[in-house]
């Protein structure tokens, strides 16, 4: 079974702070992607990454960054947290697009910043 | 206009039913479709992959595409408790992006 994990469940930040979320997959995958999710507006794709030091901008990166040092993990950095910025985060990966297209989710990490 | 719409809900049926969950679409380029359900504060978990139009089947679910009217859906034969959910539609088209509808929440009674 595929194993997608975030570092945290749930994460309270200050307006202000840098913010660090972390993904780690178990299986060899190699794309990876970070979504948000706000009700109403279902998911939306923030950066993703076809392979190890790659990465691509999504519909929505302003105020993110992301960082993919090893194949099993991918960051998503909020360089200055902001109140907009409150929302559930998820990561997914994929073996690639060429094999198959479906994506493994992760729990999700709820951010709040307050 | 987006280019998935999903009735958002919530739908309300009770255990036993047939429930049917739908997705219709504007792009062309769609090729591949997803239906993934998600429980409440947990990550979307793929539940149904299909590439053509017609219909596929996996126990008490089914999904049907039909591509010629842009139109999708998921059907739920007796549907019970640890159903209720939210089940998102998902589609792939050109540069295997993966769109997605923005969810119906479903709820099934006792």
């Known amino acids: 079974d595929v194993k997608v994990t975030q570092s945290s469940r749930y994460l309270v930040k200050r307006t202000g702070e840098k913010v660090f979320l972390e993904c780690v997959q178990d299986?060899?995958?190699?794309?990876m992607f970070w979504y948000r999710q706000d009700p109403g507006l279902g998911l939306r794709l923030i950066y993703f990454?076809?392979?190890?030091?790659?990465?691509e901008k999504g519909d929505i990166p302003e105020g993110y960054s992301v960082s993919r040092e090893k194949k099993e993990r991918f960051s998503l950095i909020l360089e200055s947290a902001s109140t907009n910025q409150t929302s559930m985060y998820l990561c997914?990966?994929?073996?690639?697009?060429?094999?198959?297209?479906?994506?493994?989710f992760g729990p999700g990490t709820r951010l709040t910043v307050l | 206009q987006k280019e998935v719409e999903q009735d958002p809900g919530p739908l309300s049926v009770p255990e036993g039913a047939i429930v049917s969950l739908n997705c219709t679409y504007s792009?062309?380029?769609?090729?591949?479709f997803m239906w993934y359900r998600q429980y409440s504060r947990k990550g979307p978990e793929l539940l149904m992959y299909?590439?053509?139009?017609g219909n596929k089947e996996d126990g008490r679910f089914t999904a049907q595409v039909d591509k010629s009217s842009k139109y999708i859906s998921l059907f739920i034969r007796d549907s019970q408790p640890s159903d209720s959910a939210t089940y998102l539609c998902?589609?792939?088209?050109?540069?295997?992006?993966?769109?997605f509808g923005t969810g119906t929440r479903l709820q099934v009674t006792l």
């Open positions: 997914a990966s994929r073996v690639s697009a060429v094999v198959r297209n479906e994506q493994f």
């Open positions: 299986m060899d995958h190699e794309n």
């Open positions: 990454s076809y392979d190890v030091k790659m990465k």
């Open positions: 792009n062309s380029a769609f090729q591949y």
């Open positions: 299909t590439y053509s139009s």
């Open positions: 998902a589609m792939v088209g050109t540069a295997s992006k993966l769109t």
